[in-house]
C-alpha cells in the first residue's frame, strides 16, 4: 500500500467513523441536531404545562401585516366578531397589541367539557390599567396570585371563575383556563421543578422534538392526533378509516401566500405506508384533474410527499393567485 | 486501481454532491427562508433523500460499477500487463476475485464518506434533526454498499464475457434498468436497480405527474427478498465471471 493511499484510507474511515459516532451520540443521548441547533420553539414554552396536548405559536404581527392577509381583508370583508369581542372584553387589539402568541390546549381535570382547557399567551404593548378596568366592567374580579394580579371572569353562569387573565410579566399576558393561567404564574415563578409536579411542555422530550423540527415558519402547531379526534365526534365509519397517526405537526410561513409542511407521526411504519399510498392517490388524482386551471396546478405541483420510518410529511406552497382566483369566486356568490 | 485518471474523475464526481451540499446549505443559512421544492420549502431529511435518489442511487452508483467493475479485467487486457496476473501460480478467478475486492473497498471508501458529510450538511435544514434520521443513514449506507457490490459484480461479468463492456455496461445502467423498470410486467427483475430501491426509506421523488402515478402503482420487493436476490446477483454474476476468466483465452494485440 502506497503512502497516498494509506492516507485515502485514514481519511475516509476518519470521516465514516466520526461520522457514525457523532450520529450514534445523537440517536442515543438525543440532542437534537448536534452542536447546530437551538433549544427549540419560543421562550413562552417555558409556562405551558407538561400535559398539553396541543401547542401553537404565530408571529401575529408578521401574519398580520403580510401580503396575503392585507389582500383577504380587503377582498372577502370577513366578520371579525372574535377580534372584536375581545377587545371590548379585555381592550387588546389583535393587530395593533400583540407581536406573537403562544397557545397551548391541555386535557381539562376539573371537567369533561370539549375540547378540554386552553390558554393563550400573548407578547405585545398592554395597557394593564384599561385592560383590568374593561374586564371589570364585564363582572371580572381581581384577585392576587403570588404576587401577580389576575384578573377572573365567568365566560358562562355555569362556569364560574374559569377564565382568567394575568400580567406575566412586563408584555406578556396570559389568558385563558384559569388553573392555566396559574400554572403559568408558577412556572414562571419557580421554574421547572418535576420533584413538585411542577413541569413546563420544555420537559416533554417528544413533543419538543416535533417542535424543534418545525420549520422557520411564522405559525406553526404540534399536538397529539388523539387530542383532536376524540374531540370531533366523527362518524364511526369514518373515525375507523383515519390511520394510527400518534402526533402531528403543522408548519407555514405566511406573506405572499401560504408555504409549509403538514407532518404526521404513525404508530408504526406500516401505518406510514398506508398513509403514505393515500396522500399519493390523492395527490395523482389531484394532478389529473387540474390541468386547465394553472394557478391549482402551480398549487398541486407543489405539494411534495417526504418523510422516512413512521414520518409522513406533505410539503406545500399556496401562491397569492389561488386566493385571488378563491375571492373571484366568493364575490361572484355574494352578487 | 485507486490513483487511475478515472478514479480521480470519478472521485470529483463523488465530491460534487458534497459541494452542492454545502452551497445549499450556506445559501439555507444565509437567507434562513428553507430549501424550497416546486416553492415549498422542503425539510432537511426530504432533501437528503431526494439527493440519495437523484444522485447516489440512479447515477453515481451504477457509475461506479460500470467503470470499475467493467475495468477489472478489461484494462489488465488494454494494458497488456494481464499475462503477469495469470502466470502467477494462482487460480485466475483467484486474480479476478481479489482485484473485485479491492473494487468493493475503494468504492465504499470513496461513497460512504460523501453520504455521510451530505447528511450532515442537509439533513439540519428545515427543522429535522440528525438523531431522529440517522437509522435512515444507516440504512442508506448499507444500501449503498449493497448496490456496490452488486453492480461491482455484473459489471465484472459484463468485463470478462463481453467486448466493449464500457459501451455495454453504460447501455445497461442508463438505458436498459430506468426502461424496464417502468413497465409493468416481471422485466424489471432481471435489473438491479428493482431489488436495490426494495431497500430504500426515503420516498421516492415525484417529479411529475406520469412519476406520481407510476409510484403509486409501482411494486417494491421487500426487504429480505432484495438482499436475498442481490446476493443471488452476486454470486452467480462472480461464479460466471470466474469461469468466464479460467476459460477464456486472452489474445494481447501486438
Known amino acids: ?335 | 486501481m485507486l490513483w487511475s485518471r478515472r478514479s480521480v474523475f470519478l472521485g470529483i464526481l463523488l465530491g460534487g454532491p458534497v459541494v452542492l451540499a454545502a452551497i445549499v446549505r450556506i445559501v439555507v443559512t444565509l437567507y434562513a427562508r428553507g430549501f424550497r421544492i416546486n416553492g415549498a420549502t422542503a425539510a432537511g431529511s426530504t432533501v437528503f433523500g431526494l439527493m440519495i435518489w437523484l444522485l447516489y442511487i440512479r447515477f453515481i452508483v451504477p457509475i461506479l460499477g460500470v467503470f470499475f467493475g467493467t475495468a477489472l479485467i478489461a484494462d489488465e487486457v488494454d494494458d497488456k500487463t494481464i499475462t503477469y496476473l495469470f502466470t502467477r501460480p494462482i487460480p485466475r478467478r483467484a486474480v479476478l476475485l481479489g482485484k473485485y475486492v479491492a473494487y468493493v473497498a475503494c468504492t465504499v471508501l470513496l461513497v460512504l464518506p460523501s453520504v455521510i458529510l451530505v447528511f450532515f450538511l442537509i439533513v439540519p435544514m428545515g427543522g429535522s434533526t440528525i438523531a431522529a434520521e440517522f437509522p435512515a443513514l444507516l440504512s442508506d449506507l448499507g444500501m449503498l454498499a449493497a448496490g456496490l457490490i452488486a453492480y461491482g459484480a455484473v459489471f465484472a461479468l459484463v468485463g470478462t464475457r463481453l467486448k466493449r463492456p464500457l459501451i455495454i455496461g453504460l447501455v445497461f445502467a442508463f438505458g436498459w434498468e430506468p426502461a424496464v423498470l417502468l413497465f409493468p410486467g416481471y422485466l424489471k427483475r432481471l435489473t438491479v436497480a428493482y431489488y436495490l430501491q426494495g431497500l430504500v426509506t426515503h420516498e421516492m421523488p415525484q417529479d411529475s405527474v406520469v412519476s406520481t402515478i407510476l409510484q403509486r402503482f409501482l411494486e417494491f420487493p421487500s426487504v429480505p427478498v432484495s438482499l436475498l436476490s442481490l446476493a443471488v446477483i452476486v454470486a452467480l454474476a462472480l461464479w460466471l465471471a470466474g469461469r468466464a476468466v479460467e476459460e477464456r483465452e486472452y489474445v494481447l494485440e501486438q
Open chain 1, 1 to 335: 500500500m502506497t503512502t497516498r493511499t494509506r492516507y485515502f484510507v485514514i481519511a475516509s474511515l476518519l470521516v465514516i467513523g466520526v461520522g457514525l459516532g457523532t450520529g450514534l451520540v445523537a440517536y442515543f443521548v438525543g440532542f437534537p441536531a448536534g452542536a447546530f441547533q437551538r433549544r427549540g420553539g419560543p421562550e413562552e414554552l417555558g409556562l405551558v404545562p407538561r400535559d398539553a396536548t396541543v401547542v401553537a405559536y404565530a408571529d401575529v404581527h408578521d401574519v398580520m401585516t403580510s401580503e396575503l392577509r392585507q389582500k383577504l381583508h380587503s377582498a372577502l370583508p370577513l366578520p371579525e366578531n372574535g377580534q372584536r369581542e375581545l377587545q371590548e372584553h379585555t381592550g387588546i387589539n389583535i393587530e395593533t397589541d400583540i407581536d406573537r402568541v403562544v397557545a397551548c390546549l391541555n386535557p381539562d381535570g376539573e371537567s369533561s367539557h370539549a375540547p378540554g382547557a386552553g390558554m393563550v399567551l400573548a407578547r405585545g404593548r398592554f395597557d394593564e390599567t384599561k385592560i383590568e378596568a374593561l374586564m371589570r366592567e364585564h363582572g371580572g374580579h381581581v384577585e392576587e396570585y403570588k404576587t401577580k394580579r389576575l384578573v377572573v371572569a365567568d365566560p358562562s353562569p355555569s362556569r364560574p371563575g374559569t377564565f382568567a387573565l394575568a400580567f406575566v410579566e412586563p408584555g406578556l399576558i396570559a389568558l385563558g383556563s384559569a388553573r392555566l393561567v396559574r400554572n403559568a404564574i408558577d412556572l414562571h415563578q419557580t421554574g421547572n421543578n418535576p420533584q413538585a409536579g411542577l413541569e413546563s411542555v420544555t420537559g416533554n422530550e417528544e413533543l419538543m422534538n416535533l417542535v424543534r423540527a418545525l420549520d422557520t415558519g411564522n405559525a406553526w402547531a404540534v399536538g397529539r392526533f388523539d387530542a383532536l379526534t376524540s374531540h370531533a365526534h366523527l362518524p364511526e365509519s369514518v373515525a375507523s378509516q383515519i390511520p394510527p397517526i400518534a402526533w402531528f405537526s403543522v408548519s407555514t410561513h405566511v406573506n405572499g401566500g401560504i408555504r409549509g409542511v403538514i407532518r404526521a407521526e404513525t404508530r408504526d411504519e406500516e401505518a406510514a405506508n398506508n398513509l403514505r399510498d393515500v396522500v399519493r392517490g390523492f395527490l395523482a388524482l389531484g394532478k389529473l384533474q387540474t390541468g386547465a386551471k394553472p394557478e391549482i396546478e402551480t398549487m398541486l405541483q407543489s405539494l411534495q410527499l417526504g418523510g422516512t420510518g413512521k414520518t409522513v410529511a406533505l410539503s406545500f406552497d399556496v401562491p397569492l393567485q389561488v386566493f385571488d382566483l378563491v375571492s373571484g369566486l366568493a364575490k361572484k356568490q355574494v352578487r
